[in-house]
């Protein structure tokens, strides 16, 4: 069997100057709207945890880079179980994935766990110096994916990945100025999810 392969796709956007740090992060911490901004998205529903963990933060692994802001259920880890229909020549079409968001000061963190051993680790984030942001400095959405797969499936997860970035980055950030149509608590949403459906887990920033 092949070694898995890594792969690394940092993308970031401008925001609009009329958009505020505060409103740009609770964009990100809403799930439901974050989980709709995925073209491909047919519904999603939260989960208690996957199978693979306990439960407990320190059992899901997440990297010691990230550090989550205190959550109000106490769930400093989400975790939802996300269906998405890709046409693709490889895998089945309908897709189902298990993404855990963990938010954090200044974005959220995402992975994704699809089928073929498909694992997406993407951070949206806000960048930036307290000078800058005192400056007012624009804003940007970064967001720095890593997607580890099976060697042979590398160039289709590349591929998807770069296609469906710019429409994800778009739907956030019209979310983030109340232009978007957010999910609803039980899933049944009016666009996609969480990124491009079975290769895409992102890591957002806003960014100054």
């Known amino acids: 069997m092949s070694p898995p392969r890594r792969l690394h796709h940092p993308q970031q956007n401008p925001l609009p100057p009329r958009l505020t740090k505060p409103a740009a992060l609770a964009a990100l911490h809403n799930h439901d709207q974050f989980l709709s901004a995925d073209p491909h998205l047919t519904s999603y529903k939260r989960l208690s945890a996957p199978g693979e963990v306990s439960g407990d933060y320190a059992s899901y692994q997440v990297p010691a880079s990230i550090v989550p802001i205190a959550a109000a259920d106490g769930d400093q880890v989400k975790v939802y179980e996300v269906h998405d229909h890709v046409p693709?020549?490889?895998?089945?079409?309908?897709?189902?994935?298990?993404?855990?968001?963990v938010d954090c000061a200044d974005g959220v963190w995402v992975r994704v766990r699809s089928p073929l051993g498909i694992v997406l680790e993407t951070t949206w984030n806000k960048n930036g110096t307290a000078e800058e942001e005192e400056e007012e400095a624009t804003l940007e959405l970064v967001q720095t994916c890593e997607c580890r797969c099976n060697r042979l499936l590398a160039s289709i997860c590349k591929g998807q990945i770069e296609k469906g970035w710019r429409e994800v980055h778009q739907k956030l950030i019209q979310g983030m100025l109340g232009d978007g149509s957010g999910g609803d608590k039980d899933?049944?949403?009016?666009?996609?999810?969480?990124?491009?459906?079975?290769?895409?887990?992102?890591?957002?920033?806003?960014?100054?």
Not at 190 to 206: D, E
Request: charged letters at 10%; aromatic letters at 6%.
């Open 88 to 101: 693709n020549p490889v895998w089945s079409s309908d897709v189902t994935s298990v993404e855990e968001f």
């Open 187 to 208: 899933g049944k949403t009016a666009g996609g999810g969480a990124a491009a459906a079975a290769v895409a887990a992102p890591t957002a920033t806003v960014a100054a």
